[in-house]
């Protein structure tokens, strides 16, 4: 975002509100994407997205919950869930975009960062888990629970603890272990969650 | 510790540096466990362990990796992993350990506010990762792969997969989902793990 386009919105006179947000969050996202968290304050924001520093404090409690819905707006379009009816091949394929994100397309710093944020600040807590986490483990049920109707999962699998165990399995290393992975790690996942690490009863 | 306690050891002259350390930890894992990450400062811990500041500052690099240190010796003995030849048990043990630690001893919190520091703290992240997170993965996959030798794993099961989809799922529901769970989480966590979520082919 430059000064000109900046000074040419302001010359526009007033614009809906949807068009200043979206403005917003794609500002924010670049530079969460781009510089990490600690470069998405408000008033960066409203500089690169020509709006008001008094806008974005009427609509975000703070620049971290601005920088978690920004997040959102950028990674829904790469974290869609395909639907094929194959349920590992969905899996493998949904993992396989969400480990990409992280590990070649710059998303691991900013996961980091906000999901750090979140366990201090209370407002980041509940648009990170309540907006994000929440719904995508929502879809990815969903999704698990059609293959259960199909008969590809059994009757008795807990749907949540596949989430935790698939997902989790790669917040593990990103946050917890902090090392090194990527997409290969997510077939070897996949397999072991649904057929499982023991030998055969 | 009271005053009372500090002027006596002060009144000893100079104690071994193993018994002064053992106290900082000792205080610094109090202040963690009962008032979180926050309340572990120089200023207090030298306080509550008689000690002076200026022995902090010369082992430790900021009152984060002392915090660190001082979880790892308060989790040490909570945190054994029995090795009674059956994996399964031995797994519902650890993991049975491990979440009631955090649900119901306090250590949700400070784990929380430790990981979380992790992510912007590259101190922090160094004793975390180094001293702490990737010890226990060791100690983990030691268990496991005696459990492979024994013919209860699968031969091509891939043991760093199975700690993070075991611990994993849990820092997941602490960290990422933040939603409460419980101790009963356990069987099923291990029981998936171990047989699979996929019917039988």
Redesign the interface.
Known sequence: MTEQHATRHRGRGRRPAAEVRADVLAAAGRLLLHEGLPAVTFDRVAREAGSSKVTLYKWWPSPGTLAAEAYFAQSAPVLRFPDTGDIRADLVAQLTAFVRWLTREGAATPV??L??????DPDV?RA??EEY??PR?ELARDRLHAAQQR????ED??LE?????L???????L?????PFDET?VP??VD????????A?
């Open positions: 980091s960062e999901v750090g944020a979140a366990q201090t807590a990170w888990a986490a929440r483990r008969g590809q999962l059994r699998a807990d603890v596949i989430v935790d165990q997902w989790g399995a790669c917040y593990h290393r946050l917890v272990l902090k090392v790690l070897r996942l072991q969650a649904l057929y499982g690490a023991a030998r009863r």
